[in-house]
């Protein structure tokens, strides 16, 4: 039973710094701004937005945690190895397109949900966005490798430096930037947390880090020629639905045509197993 509760305490530990942090930025927000309802509301909208954007990775997390657990538990690194490399692969394709749209759309897609008055959550929305990519990856490697690897003092000494980042940058922050200096410091400090875990990924020898990085090149390409096509447009499309879905559809059609012309293998694996579904 103590050896149970331990195990429980320490994945309380991680949960515990994450709501933490949540809370202060509200808070301090609501202290320093006047009337800082609509800066809380603001603040609180553009991260339910935005975080609706890792629906992918956490249903990957769902698929592969008990598989990279499988192979831990047969003692089959190689295995682990070939898993974890493959969920990179997949964040990278994944994440990088859904920042880029929702940075592209915001200012399209808040006056149609939210109505006027909301034109902050469009600015808080794109500084927001990288967020996407970096909780990504930290999903990655904290819980599918961190996680069913056993590190579990690195997964929480991960977080809680994360959450200490946090709390600094938002008594520099919030006091003068208010919901935007919070935006900046939530994202910030899950950027720190994000290299902090591959840091210790790189010390601990299961995963060469390069590896990862170098998954990540095709990817970085597709998602610069994805923002070039957005700003190209940015005055041709309109806020409308139509529009919205337009911009959607022409932009991730840039970014896999470009993944498929610099012959991404992964990205042919996905389209075949999308072809055999249907």
């Not at 609706?52 to 538990?73: D, Q």
């Not at 959550?121 to 599918?144: D, K, W």
């Not at 210790?200 to 990862?212: S, T």
């Amino acid at each position: 039973l103590l050896r149970h509760f331990k195990g429980a305490f320490l994945l309380f530990i991680p949960a515990l710094a994450t709501q933490l942090y949540s809370m202060i930025d509200k808070t301090m927000i609501g202290l320093y701004s006047v009337g800082g309802y609509s800066e809380n509301a603001y603040y609180e909208l553009t991260q339910n937005m935005v975080k609706a954007g890792l629906f992918f990775s956490y249903t990957l997390c769902t698929v592969m945690l008990p598989r990279i657990s499988s192979t831990i538990a047969e003692n089959d690194l190689s295995a682990m190895r070939k898993h974890l490399y493959r969920s990179y692969n997949f964040t990278f394709l994944t994440s990088f397109p859904i920042a880029i749209i929702m940075f592209a759309i915001s200012s399209s897609i808040v006056p149609i949900y939210f109505g006027k008055g909301f034109e902050s959550v469009i600015t808080l929305a794109r500084i927001m966005c990288p967020i996407l990519v970096a909780i990504s990856l930290s999903i990655v490697t904290g819980q599918q490798y961190f996680i069913a690897r056993d590190k579990m003092k690195q997964y929480t000494l991960s977080l809680v430096l994360g959450t200490a980042v946090n709390i600094v940058l938002n008594f520099i922050l919030i006091p003068r930037y208010l919901a935007v200096g919070a935006t900046l410091a939530s994202v910030i400090a899950e950027w720190a947390i994000t290299i902090i875990q591959l840091v210790m990924v790189q010390r601990i020898g299961d995963l060469e880090v390069k590896n990862i990085l170098k998954i990540s090149i095709k990817y970085i390409v597709a998602a610069v020629g994805m923002s070039l096509y957005y700003f190209a447009m940015r005055t041709v499309f309109s806020s409308t639905i139509f529009s919205v879905l337009l911009q959607v559809v022409s932009g991730l059609a840039i970014y896999f045509g470009i993944l498929v012309l610099l012959g991404d293998s992964y990205t042919r694996f996905m389209v075949h197993k999308f072809v055999l579904l249907l």
